[in-house]
């Protein structure tokens, strides 16, 4: 018996171009079936329909969807289904969360309408067990989303979703924000689900397909075809050796420099009296376990949260943390690109806006940019076709490449980049490292990378490790 099928699947884009194919799939409980393919392949696309969702410009020209019999297109059979037979983790989990609730609120409502029968104590065992299996530490609970690292949120809807217990579940890139060990543990939590979903897993993660994946299917071109083994092929492995210790760069070319920086969030200390030096043209990495301060450091750095104390310099001027004051000042700008794409973008602004009032900037300021729009996807392997689209007509994997097109349109003094690659297929992600190290190399960008993927850390100059307070 399957909880979910679809029979010839086609889809269409605004100008009829072809999204899926003559698409067939079966998902049956108990079953963890793996969906791989490029970015923009149409995955999510796949996982919409299976929601009841068709992105805008989208349409349905021929096939069926049933899910627990019914279907999900249609007003009655989304209702039916949302929440009690359906649920989804999406690829920027941060935007699925209510801001204005702590986790802990958020799960104790995900418990009561999930388990109306249970008396209250059945429901918070369930909660805490929904937590451990999401390997989310239970002290952070009691914060807002804004509160916690890509990881953590990212875990926090894990532990609502198994706390809600759907015949069908679906993963977009469930791991793409963890560290290897908290992504081992996550991975096999949702293959051993005691209540047996049928479970789709979207990743670009082949060792975790491999590892996890009953079945494996891709797609490519509209077309969705099983895949007979799933070998992993690590990212830039054969271009570079890992980062050593060492700059390459000379101290006297130190293009930002921080002293002294202590952060504090949720009343604990993140980073206690450290220091970083970026030097010019220089790609330098940053690790460590999620929920460790990686990303707190990366938007004090750009100036969005600031730190309790310290000294920030550029090209040796000082500079302020806050980047209101940055602003007013007219001083270089520190361009953030985080691990929530869909929150970062205007959901109602064309991409060729976007990159325009991007591109504008620059101009004003007078630093180095790409010659227009067209130029500055072109960096990211997109293609023009994407610049009359919104960010909500764009796959996930597509969201993360504009997000950094932008970023670099506007001529930043220095680029900081949080999991960058993290949603990408591997072909796109040695796209965008190949386009770091050219925009290195001809303008002398320093980069800033937090990644949690072993291949794109050996493309740096250096690695530093941040943990238990410390960086180095």
Known sequence: MSIATITGLNITGPQGQRILHEVDLELRPGEVTGLIGESGSGKTTLAHVLLGHLAPGLHLTAGTVRVAGRDPLTPAGRRALRSRVTAYLPQDPASALDPTRTVAAQLRTAARTAHR???????????YAAVEAAVLDAMLLPRLPAQLSGGQAQRALLAWTFLTQPQLLILDEPTSGLDADTALRVSAAFARLPWNPAVLLISHDRDLIARTADRTLRLEHGHLSE????????VGAAEAPRGSTEPRLASSRAALSMTGATI??????????????????????????????????????????P?????LRLHGNEIPWAATS????????????????????NPRETISRTLQRALDTARRRSRPRPAGPESVLA????????????????????????????????????????ETTAALDQESAQRILDTLDTLRR???????????????????????????????
């Open 379 to 418: 960096l990211v392997g997109l293609g023009p076709e994407l610049l009359d689209h919104t960010a909500d007509q764009l796959s996930g994997g597509q969201r993360h490449r504009v997000a950094l097109a932008r970023a670099v349109a506007a001529g930043p003094a220095v680029l900081v980049c949080d």
């Open 117 to 127: 029968t249970a008396s209250r104590q059945k429901r918070i065992e369930l909660r």
């Open 442 to 472: 001809d303008t002398g960008l320093p980069v800033l990378l937090i990644t949690h993927q072993d291949a794109v850390a050996d493309r740096a100059d250096r690695i530093l490790t941040l943990q238990e307070g410390r960086l180095g």
């Open 264 to 305: 504090r969030r949720g009343g604990r200390e993140l980073l206690h009296d450290a220091e970083l030096c970026l030097g010019v043209g220089e790609l330098l990495a940053i690790r460590g376990p999620s929920g460790v301060g990686k990303t707190a450091l990366a938007r004090a750095l750009c100036g969005f949260a």
């Open 326 to 345: 940055r602003a007013r000042n007219d001083a270089p700008f520190l361009a953030y690109v985080g691990q929530d794409a869909r929150a970062a973008l």
């Open 307 to 311: 730190p309790r104390a310290g000294i």
């Open 227 to 234: 895949q007979r083994g799933c070998p992993a092929a690590p």
